[in-house]
DNA sequence: ATCAAGTTAATGTCGGACATTATAATTTTA
DNA sequence: TAAAATTATAATGTCCGACATTAACTTGAT
């Protein structure tokens, strides 16, 4: 553990020390100091930094401080922390990569509010894809949409053919954020679907519609594909609607 | 609202009411806690809460864990915490309330990206808001627009009035879901951006066609309305590729 | 060699002191 | 009287030092 020594500055009183460094506000400075620090030592996922004391030490902070920024990563996923075992990073931490943390607050009764922001990405996702797919990611959502076909007419469970499907085409957006906040938002809906409803079985109508806005991304065909893309978001939330009794947003 | 002083009943013992809560563990319990104290309260959004050091005495934990558990609620939005003005409800808690924490990485040269995603989320926010507002929320929306003008005109620094403006906007859609989102990736959009090029002053150019929008919005026209969302939407994406030099989605 | 008991090094928690600051109250001044 | 400047105050922000807890490590006995 090479102890990266960033402050060696030998604070004769750590007054004057702190009063040069400005202190001013929030962890977010402990955590760009200390991102600084992992990329000087190194540091990979797996690996153990000092105990919080030490970096606490080491910035001219006091624990507390440092205590808040590292369980604020830790909510964010960024760290592990242990009694004994130490804070390990479990994920890459880059100085200009910028970690943000989004929480959302989803109630029971927000089933549809929860599918009211994800339509319009969905859309946008593929209106996207459509855009900037290359001519070989086209040719696998057109796969994928057979695969799905496939196992829907054989009466199997076609949910995990149906994520690949459009996974491949957040995939071709080329912007990695669609699938992140789609899938994220999807798995809330998801969970507070199931608490009341237990696994949802959503948008198996919808099925039959995928090949065609496969051909419409395939084709290059934005609006159409949005199009199509917009009409199975409808029949999904009048599925939602139907369940629960009546539109609430 | 109310301003709430639930905590102006003497508290010369304190402990009856808290003592079958057997603190152990982590901050959940504390928020766990917490929760059913607002609930019990009747606190509402804008409502403040006691101050940690009483809500650490009511709970019988030290005041870090209640700090603790209070910036977590801080970093997902849930409350709001001031110098002097305390702590006070940004969203409502409920206890059957699910906590979903998405996290996104974005590196620096997402700009494009994020703004990618957030777009298709605040033009569907002003379509929805369009056809969900009502009266009175139309002309807070009209109001704000004016604000926003007059602070434009006068040259001073229009981004609280513009934040303002958005939130009447994302309030009307009556899906909180929309402002939180767009929120927070807006913090993440311009956590990104600050790093190389300071404060972010994007957007200026499309001010003056926020009353616009506005009179759409209040007019109920959701289509006209996202439509000068789009403009104001691509005006931003014209800036930020002008800044970077070129397109990158 | 294996298991049990003790050691220890880290985080977890507490409480007190002081710093900082946004709001409230007060005084001053035009 | 009203606006502006000043002071007071109450809350969070930070630091520190002590102790509790716990899980990895060490040692010892069988």
Same mark, same amino acid.
Do not use: C
């Given at each position: 553990?090479?102890?990266?020594?960033?402050?060696?500055?030998?604070?004769?009183?750590?007054?004057?020390?702190?009063?040069?460094?400005?202190?001013?506000?929030?962890?977010?400075?402990?955590?760009?100091? /200390?991102?600084?620090?992992? @990329?000087?030592?190194?540091?990979?996922?797996?690996? !153990?930094? $000092?105990? #919080? =004391? *030490?970096?606490?030490?080491?910035?001219?902070?006091?624990?507390?401080?440092?205590?808040?920024?590292?369980?604020?990563?830790?909510?964010?996923?960024?760290?592990?922390?242990?009694?004994?075992?130490?804070?390990?990073?479990?994920?890459?931490?880059?100085?200009?990569?910028?970690?943000?943390?989004?929480? /959302?607050?989803?109630?029971? @009764?927000?089933?549809?509010?929860?599918?009211?922001? !994800?339509? $319009?990405? #969905? =859309? *946008?996702?593929?209106?996207?894809?459509?855009?900037?797919?290359?001519?070989?990611?086209?040719?696998?959502?057109?796969?994928?949409?057979?695969?799905?076909?496939?196992?829907?007419?054989?009466?199997?469970?076609?949910?995990?053919?149906?994520?690949?499907?459009?996974?491949?085409?957040?995939?071709?957006?080329?912007?990695?954020?669609? @699938?992140?906040?789609?899938?994220?938002?999807?798995?809330?809906?998801?969970?507070?679907? *199931?608490?009341?409803?237990?696994?949802?079985?959503?948008?198996?109508?919808?099925?039959?519609?995928?090949?065609?806005?496969?051909?419409?991304?395939?084709?290059?065909?934005?609006?159409?594909?949005?199009?199509?893309?917009?009409?199975?978001?409808?029949?999904?939330?009048?599925?939602?609607?139907?369940?629960?009794?009546?539109?609430?947003?």
């Amino acid at each position: 553990m090479t102890d990266a020594d960033a402050t060696s500055k030998s604070p004769t009183s750590s007054r004057e020390a702190l009063d040069h460094l400005e202190q001013s506000g929030d962890s977010r400075d402990v955590l760009e100091a /200390l991102s600084v620090m992992i @990329e000087r030592a190194k540091l990979g996922v797996g690996d !153990r930094l $000092p105990p #919080e =004391i *030490e970096i606490a030490k080491k910035l001219n902070v006091g624990r507390s401080k440092v205590r808040e920024a590292l369980i604020a990563w830790q909510n964010m996923g960024i760290v592990t922390r242990n009694k004994k075992a130490g804070t390990r990073l479990a994920a890459e931490v880059s100085a200009n990569a910028i970690h943000m943390p989004l929480t /959302l607050k989803l109630e029971a @009764e927000s089933l549809l509010r929860t599918h009211a922001v !994800r339509r $319009p990405l #969905e =859309i *946008e996702a593929v209106r996207v894809a459509a855009k900037q797919m290359t001519e070989q990611q086209g040719l696998i959502i057109i796969a994928r949409a057979a695969e799905l076909m496939a196992v829907y007419e054989a009466g199997e469970d076609w949910r995990a053919a149906d994520h690949r499907f459009h996974s491949a085409i957040h995939e071709a957006s080329g912007n990695p954020l669609f @699938e992140q906040l789609i899938r994220q938002i999807q798995d809330g809906f998801n969970a507070i679907y *199931e608490a009341p409803f237990g696994q949802p079985h959503l948008g198996q109508a919808t099925i039959p519609l995928h090949p065609e806005l496969a051909r419409a991304v395939a084709k290059g065909d934005g609006a159409a594909a949005a199009k199509v893309m917009e009409r199975i978001m409808d029949m999904v939330e009048a599925e939602v609607i139907a369940i629960l009794g009546g539109p609430d947003v």
